[in-house]
């Protein structure tokens, strides 16, 4: 008995040691040496300074800026630990909402959304995504926003509609997913704009 007690252990120690130390340790160590900028977030510089990931959405609300689909992320309500308040693109706190489309919370957000934005505004502009930090929209719903980014900026709709077109990421592949923009990219080609 104590044989097969002591072939258990070293087995245990065994298998610890190689698939919960070395293996990940090789993986980390092959993902950064083959894909450098995945593994370290695939951040997004500016001027030196990292202003974010292409990967996780951010808030962008002036009228000069391409806005991306609601968030859904909490975080601890910092004065009573209890409750949660809402944290737009909070990335350690990704989760989409629990409403359902029954909720009549749901219905009047997404129905005001809609109310504020205007006619014909895409669903995807009122509704969160499962993750509430998807950094990407449709190209139509990027489009759709063409003409209100144009005007605040002073720039033709053409200029802005020739960026979006730019920014378009196809499908992986050619097949998997659907052709898509990503908002941060798209922003930071409508900042370095010459200025008028």
């Known amino acids: ?20 130390l070395a293996y990940p340790i090789a993986m980390v160590g092959v993902a950064g040496a083959a894909f450098p900028s995945q593994a370290r977030g695939s951040l997004v510089e500016k001027d030196g300074k990292v202003i974010g990931s292409s990967l996780i959405g951010q808030s962008f609300t002036g009228e ?65 995504s499962g993750s509430g930090l998807d950094p990407h929209l449709s190209p139509a719903a990027a489009s759709w926003q063409v003409a209100r980014v144009a005007k605040a900026r002073g720039v033709p709709e053409a200029q802005v509609q020739a960026l979006v077109a730019q920014h378009t990421e196809g499908r992986m592949y050619g097949l998997l997913g659907e052709p898509r923009v990503n908002v941060l990219q798209l922003n930071l080609a409508l900042d370095a704009l010459p200025k008028r």
Do not use: C
């Not at 044989?3 to 252990?9: E, Y």
């Not at 245990?12 to 698939?19: A, P, Q, R, S, Y």
């Open 1 to 20: 008995m104590l044989r097969h007690f002591r072939a258990s252990v070293v087995i245990l120690v065994l298998m610890t040691t190689l698939l919960g």
């Open 64 to 128: 000069t800026y391409f806005h991306g689909r609601p968030s859904a992320t909490t975080d601890t309500d910092p004065s009573d630990s209890t409750k949660t308040v809402a944290a737009p693109y909070n990335a350690a706190n990704s989760m989409g909402s629990n409403l359902g489309p029954t909720s009549k919370a749901l219905v009047d957000r997404v129905k005001e959304d809609a109310d504020r934005l205007g006619k014909g505004v895409p669903v995807e502009l009122v509704t969160t």
